[in-house]
């Protein structure tokens, strides 16, 4: 008789998901690509069948907040239900029914309007039965206000409370720029690393021989309080956090937003173009100035003083002018302009005329409700490189393969890579030699094509008594 360990069998995850928009087609991408059973569903038959050809989905042609409709999806048997479509009250009913025709399933919603959401959350999860909200709103607000206290930061991520950070900058200069990742400790302190290099459409997972090329987007792994060090070796030493912010739009967004930050003791202009949404405005902002006019004017923003404003956000509905009013902003001498993309075939064109810094609500819900999905043992995800790679915590399971083995003996696929590990609250940036115990918080980055594969790493192996040779 022999002991012998063997991967315990569970059934594939299937995913309802409502709604074949751009938020909805990245999420079933992501989990198609992990080995999950996703079924499509929309009304619009060429969504459909264009998502279908690309992917390995099944595809429902329908009213995603019909009980017929759900039914034909297989809804009975999901695991979850994500509605996902630009209409709030779609995806409530769809989560509503979805509740009603199969309790067991977990049930997540897109809400954009916070009257839905602020102070319901007994209303939500108990009468209606949704499990989470995703308002990408939110999840944009906060990754602005980021960009604007750490000037050069294109992304930034918290991972194990804060204990590690995730600071993507574009390098374009300086003394890390040619120099081999096998020497990046001569130039930062050991305890920052590379995650990852965006050149171009590619992101590269990288290894000691690779090199850091003018241009790049640069994703470091750093332990706290390396950030000036890190923008000083980036050649961001010379930029101060913005304190004045003229935002172009007042939209959810842009309501959001400047609420935020006038709470946070910003200077703030609002301008708005519609007369109705500027009265409104002006009555539940009350440190903002709220001001109606075009932003797209040249006249009106010089009128308004934008070249004495550290920054300026354009959240218009239209991509075309956010891009329009960055660029006139820069050139009347505002430093930092953050600009709405809500197209993700205009980021190479955003970043080619100079305008780094953009920011797609779309991508903050896929990622919002990625965390929602990777829940148990992990606790948070975020996708990086137009969704080429995952940055994943998780607690390490005893009986995992990931755990009582030194990092270069894994064997982990080509494209991950561990990036820290936290252990009773202390921050580690490893080496080969370190060891994973069980109960640890570990940071991972992986291709989205390992991603299927890297997740086996950290599910717990179970041991059977089997007769055998």
């Given at each position: ?14 995913a ?8 909805g ?5 992501h989990?198609?690509?992990e ?18 050809e ?10 995603g ?16 239900v994500l509605a ?11 989560c ?6 199969w309790?067991e ?6 809400i ?10 007994d209303?939500?999860?108990?009468v ?8 990408p ?7 602005i206000e ?8 294109l ?5 194990a409370?804060g ?21 990046f ?8 690393i590379?995650?990852a290099i965006e050149?171009?459409?590619?992101l ?16 470091f ?10 923008r ?14 003229f ?12 609420r ?13 173009v ?6 409104f405005?002006?009555e539940?902002l009350h ?9 797209t ?5 010089k009128?308004?003083n934008i ?19 960055g ?5 009347m ?17 955003v970043?080619?005329i100079g305008l ?6 779309r ?5 919002s409700i990625?965390r929602?999905?990777r829940?148990?043992q992990?606790m948070a ?5 137009d ?14 393969r ?12 080509k494209?991950s ?7 009773n ?16 918080r570990?940071?991972?980055l ?10 086996t ?7 059977d ?5």
């Open positions: 008789m022999k002991f012998f360990f063997r991967r315990k069998q569970t059934a594939r995850l299937k309802v998901i409502i709604g074949a928009g751009e938020v087609v990245q999420v079933a991408d989990l198609a690509s080995d999950k059973d996703v079924v499509l569903i929309d009304t619009n038959a060429a969504a459909l069948r264009e998502a279908a690309s992917m390995d989905i099944k595809t429902v042609h329908g009213q907040d019909s009980p017929v409709t759900l039914k034909e999806s297989g809804v009975e048997r999901a695991d979850l996902v479509t630009d209409s709030d009250a779609t995806n409530i009913i769809a509503l029914f979805a509740n009603k025709l309790p399933a977990v049930t997540l919603a897109r954009r309007n916070e009257d839905y959401t602020r102070g319901q959350e209303l939500i999860n108990g209606l039965g949704i499990n989470t909200l995703v308002n709103e939110r999840e944009v607000v906060k990754v980021r960009m604007l206290s750490l000037p050069g930061i992304e930034y991520n918290e991972f409370d204990l590690v950070k995730m600071v993507s900058l574009q390098v374009d200069c300086g003394p890390m720029v040619d120099l081999q990742l096998f020497d400790s001569k130039v930062v302190p050991e305890d920052i590379v995650a050149r171009g459409d590619k590269i997972v990288p290894s000691g021989q690779d090199r850091i090329l003018a241009g790049d987007i640069v994703h792994m750093t332990l706290p309080g390396n950030m000036r060090v890190l000083r070796a980036s050649h961001y030493y010379d930029q101060e956090p913005a304190r004045s912010v935002i172009v739009g007042g939209g959810n967004t842009g309501f959001l937003l400047a935020y930050l006038e709470d946070l003791g910003y200077s703030v202009k609002l301008a708005e519609d007369e109705e949404r500027s009265l405005l002006a539940k440190d903002t100035l709220v001001l109606r006019g075009d932003g004017d040249r006249f009106f923003l009128e308004e070249g004495e404003m550290d920054a300026i956000v354009a959240l218009t509905g239209y991509d075309e002018e956010n891009v329009l009013i660029l006139l902003a820069k050139s001498g505002v430093g930092h302009a953050i600009v709405r993309v809500n197209k993700r075939e205009y980021h190479p064109l970043e080619t780094r810094f953009y920011v797609n609500p991508t903050a819900a896929v990622n990625m929602f999905i829940r148990g992990v995800s975020v996708t990086l490189g969704d080429e790679g995952h940055v994943i915590e998780i607690i390490a399971q005893s009986g995992s990931l755990v009582d083995t030194p990092l270069f003996e894994l064997g982990l696929p494209g890579l561990v990036l820290a590990i936290v252990r609250g202390k921050a580690i940036i490893p080496t080969g030699q370190d060891v994973i115990l069980a109960g640890d570990v940071i991972m992986a291709n989205h094509r390992v991603m299927a594969k890297v997740e790493f950290f599910t717990p192996l179970h041991t008594l089997s007769d055998g040779e």
